[in-house]
Structures are given as C-alpha cells and as structure tokens.
T-cell receptor, first 116, second 111 residues
Framework: GAVVSQHPSWVICKSGTSVKIECRSL??????MFWYRQFPKQSLMLMAT?????????EQGVEKDKFLINHASLTLSTLTVTSAHPEDSSFYIC????????????FGEGSRLTVL | RKEVEQDPGPFNVPEGATVAFNCTYS??????FFWYRQDCRKEPKLLMS???SGNEDGRFTAQLNRASQYISLLIRDSKLSDSATYLC????????????FGKGTTLSVSS
C-alpha cells in the first residue's frame, strides 16, 4: 500500500489564485520531506527540502515566497503555490524516507497542477 | 553537460527480449546510485539500488562503473508489465538528500 500520500491528485485553477498541496507519510514519522517538480518529458527536479519544525531549504532558482512550504507535524508537509501562473503548471511530487537510514525514497502519487 | 544523462528512447521490444539501458553521470563525487521506475502519470518507485560489485534482482541486473561514471540496467525476458520509464538516479552527498534524476528511458514491450 501507499507509504506517502498526496492530495489533491489533480487541480485546475485560475491564474492568480493559490493552491495548497498536502503530503502525508502514512505509517512513519518523517522529519524531512522533499518536494519535486516534473515538467513534461523532463526529469524530476528537487525544489525544496521540508524540515519539521524549521524552515524549508530551497534549491537554487526556486522562489521561497512563491512556493511556501510548511512542515507542521511529523507526518504532514504542505506546499502552497502562491499567485499561480500558467508557467507553474506541472507535476508536483513529494517524497520521504523511512527513519533508520534507508536510502529508498517513497514518493507520493503526485499532484498535477494546471493553471489557466 | 547534464548531470545525469540517459538515452530517452523509446525502446520498443517484443516480449521475451533482453534490453539494456545506459546512464552516465558527470559528478565523480556521486555516492549512491539507483534505478527508479515511473509509470505514465504516476510517481517513481525504487526498482533497485546499484552497487559497485553489480547486483541482480530476478530479471534485472544493474552495473556500476565508477571509473567511466557509467551505470547500466539490463532487463532479461521482458514482460508487457515492464513497459515504463526507467529513471537513473544519483546522489551527491552522504545523507543521500541531494538526488539527481535523469530524464528517463522509455521502454515499451509489445506482444
């Protein structure tokens, strides 16, 4: 069964609105979660590392004020795309690792955002 | 030069065929290596880790050549269900948090 769950799977919104995507670890506590973005026919690109109880770490070129990340609990991280524009349309995927040193990343189902 | 390069394919093979995918990485300091599988419009899932000594998991064999900075995945006796995009992934840091993904190689297995 799923280890990491994302919601919503699909979202269509008007330009200028904000969209929140939730990522939950289902059977373990994740102090760190990762947010990726994937454009069509492109590779997954790490956007930011979400840290429970502290600020997220953003990759170069990712605007922290546009992509707000909140990791308020050990099982939930949220990504809010603020004032979304059509160029933000993409597949957003979160991931997490089980505690204990495993290198395997478990990915959420992904959220496909379309901004009109 | 991209950090992780893969032939995008598609590779179109019949059932039962053997197919090999290659991947090269540019950062000699890369520490860990993986193959992930991604079905269309789905999330990636770990297929297998890649070790220096090479490793096998059923019909899948992964090889790593650190000197050439080259990773391979061999699939024997292809099944229809193997149709997917195969992502080559490397990490740069000890914690394994900085994952770099290739664009993926698409495999289509037909009957």
């Amino acid at each position: 069964g799923a280890v990491v769950s994302q919601h919503p799977s699909w979202v269509i919104c008007k330009s200028g609105t904000s969209v929140k995507i939730e990522c939950r670890s289902l059977d373990f506590q994740a102090t760190t979660m990762f947010w990726y973005r994937q454009f069509p026919k492109q590779s997954l690109m790490l956007m930011a590392t979400s840290n429970e109880g502290s600020k997220a770490t953003y990759e170069q070129g990712v605007e922290k004020d546009k992509f707000l990340i909140n990791h308020a609990s050990l099982t939930l991280s949220t990504l809010t795309v603020t004032s979304a524009h059509p160029e933000d349309s993409s597949f957003y995927i979160c991931s997490a690792r089980r505690p204990g040193g495993s290198r395997e990343l478990f990915f959420g189902e992904g959220s496909r955002l379309t901004v009109l | 030069r991209k950090e992780v390069e893969q032939d995008p394919g598609p590779f179109n093979v019949p059932e039962g065929a053997t197919v090999a995918f290659n991947c090269t990485y540019s950062n000699s300091a890369s520490q860990s290596f993986f193959w992930y599988r991604q079905d269309c419009r789905k999330e990636p899932k770990l297929l297998m880790s890649v070790y220096s000594s090479g490793n096998e998991d059923g019909r899948f064999t992964a090889q790593l050549n650190r000197a050439s900075q080259y990773i391979s995945l061999l699939i024997r006796d292809s099944k229809l269900s193997d149709s997917a995009t195969y992502l080559c992934v490397v990490t740069h840091n000890q914690a394994g948090t900085a994952l770099i993904f290739g664009k993926g190689t698409t495999l289509s297995v037909s009957s």
